[in-house]
């Protein structure tokens, strides 16, 4: 039953001439399977389906060969030739009940063309939008911009044939070649298609009305639209030519759905935004048309939804990241066990499998792009067929996912930790400046362990290795994790050494050191914050430092700062927030076992007053039980997570899930591949 408080999001809503059975919306998203890996972006739409969301829209979907994505491998409808493996996944998301939508899309200015050999093309002659792409755009004569539209009939009439309930007309995150003709800094056109807003918007509604054409009433058609680009020079704004584009267009597609750009805006980190930071942006696009509106906004909280719903905010409810983190989302809002999400946190490692061009990974669920690779399900328990006893020595994120995994097969569990509390590092790190969503991986699974019968945690337990050997268990998992190194091991440095003090001066401290409150004590200092690591946590431990009134200073020998951080789209918000605090920023700057700093490009020395030193480099496996254990032959011994090779948290968790499904030996261990048939 539907708790009644909720019941408004379970009711069917109209779009044009289909109907959605209610108002989970799983949005577009790249899935890092693309075109030539079918059957795992089939599994995993269809997995989100069977979960409950009343409309699943496929990635953005290239409609000819001149807008190849290359290394990120997204939906392609070139020709007949991909009709079969769209209308696979359309019947696979139809299996549940669902509505099926693709995202047609040309790239324009974002397009590669790498794996084509055709020139990218655009409203003008302009460098491509992807600066790693040395190379232009092509402006587009009037032939072409005919050829675009011609093109973009064809794939639209693929997708009808492919039965797709939804056709999107994609303008979008600036990786749109409509959303080029719009923009004035991309369009400096002087005919029909250039200068007025009128004319910059002709393309998209000749899109619009030919995609309305191809759909003939009998399937709806969406717009997806940026309203605004924060932070961009000369960017639509939602209160200017954003507002005006909607209100131009109000009635002519059957759904709006509205998000603001670029993609890390749209898909900011929870470091820097709440859920629901869209609403200020894309609030006014109910009051301008009367047509159905989907939004998004990292969406967890089912309280929120129905007061968007509500308030007349929003017709639809759109996610993303929230549909990876929890396929089972609005199943779990019907059926009133809205404690059993596992809601997104934030951390976007999903986003950085993008750059990459692989399949997407997600921290809360470890299940994400192996449903058809290794048959996983995110809610259904494995299969077991001989129930045991387990002993898990760790309460940190694997130990916790593994624990979770085996008790919902029925096995006994027991989990000891030495610590205060469990979560291991992300209830460290989740103290941190802008962390504090990490929090929700410990408290998911915690929440699911404490209330079932067949588990036992003890926290304050350490256990030595004659203890773990003892314990009525049939397995042993050890999942003690890691700490940080302060002996300057990191990404760039490979030889450890000793530099505790210089001159008696200057103090080394880890992140170990600062998540555990060691400088609560200490007077204000002048402090250097060395980052050989070039993830989140040197940022963030700076930006704790300053907020307690230190003066820091950021130090890195990579040319930029924080820089993985690129992946997850966050970087330039790091860098803002530091100048913010006024810390210095200075990279390309190696610390030497000297004590002192050297510019890696000049090789000369950098003074930096400071009297202590925060180094975050690498970190070192706490595995001295699992050795012991190891050495004495103790059978059934497992580890999982950070205690066997540090990395992110995403990867712990997984970890843990691996072991975990390797115990019960319910699920093959390695990956089903995808194979592409030769034609002859």
Known sequence: MTETRYSILFEPIKIGPVTAPNRFFAAPHATGHGWNQPHGAIALRAMKAEGGWGTVAVQMTEIAPDSDMA???MERIWDDTDIPRHAAQVDAIKQHGSLAAIELAHGGMRARNITTGMSAIGPSALPVLRPEVPTQAREMSLA?????????????????KSEYDILYVYAAHDLSILSHFLSIRTNQRTDDYGGTLTNRLRLFKEVLEDTLEVASGECAVAVRFSVAEPGVSNGLTHDGEGRDVVAALAELPDLWDVNISGWSNDSATARFSEEGYQQPYTDFVKSVTTKPVVGV??????????SLIRKGKLDLIGAARPSIADPFLPTKIKQGRTEDIRECIGCKICVSMDSYGLPVRCTQNPTISEEWRRDWHPETPAISHKLQSHLIIGAGPAGLECAVTLARAGHKITIADAATEAGGRVSRESR?????????????????????????????SEMNADEVASFDAENRIIATGASWRNDFVGSTNFNPYSYSETNGKVKIFTPDDIMANALADQPTSNIVVYDDDHFYIASSITEALANAGHTVSYVTPMPTVATWTDHTLEQPRIIN???????????NVIHKPSGDFCCTLTGKSIALDHSILVFVGARKTVADLYTSLSERNTENLYRAGDCVSPGIIQAAVLSGHTVAKKILGTKPTLAKREQIALQH
């Not at 050829?147 to 997708?159: N, P, V």
């Open 71 to 73: 290394s990120h491998p």
């Open 297 to 306: 906004g990292r969406f967890t909280s089912p309280d929120l939804m129905v």
């Open 577 to 587: 927030r530091m100048a913010d605090l006024n810390i210095a920023m200075h990279p």
């Open 144 to 160: 072409d911009i005919k050829a675009f539209r011609e093109s973009h009939k064809a794939a639209a009439r693929r997708a009808r």
């Open 432 to 460: 941190l400046p802008g962390l504090n969503s990490f929090i929700r991986v410990r408290d998911y699974r915690m929440q699911q362990l404490v209330s079932n019968a067949n588990v036992d945690i003890y926290l304050e």
